[in-house]
């Protein structure tokens, strides 16, 4: 799915988008559908403990901007 295309994997923790802070998958999905209409999404994560950031650009964005 679109999460895979960005580089995220099971277990990974969302934290922000475009550093705004997300708390719950509802205001995720919110925050996620603003960012992808701005054309740049970065998500903040923690992986095995350790912060990380993914930029999403190009097939992967599309694919985040045919989520519902």
Do not use: C, M, W, Y
């Not at 903040?44 to 901007?65: H, M, N, P, S, Y």
């Amino acid at each position: 799915g679109p999460g895979e295309k960005v580089g995220l994997k099971k277990f990974d923790v969302i934290l922000r988008v475009n550093d705004q802070p997300v708390r719950a998958s509802l205001e995720f999905r919110s925050v996620l559908k603003k960012a992808v209409a701005s054309g740049h999404v970065a998500l903040d994560v923690i992986r095995k403990g350790e912060a990380q950031t993914l930029e999403v650009k190009g097939e992967a964005l599309e694919a985040f901007k045919k989520t519902k």
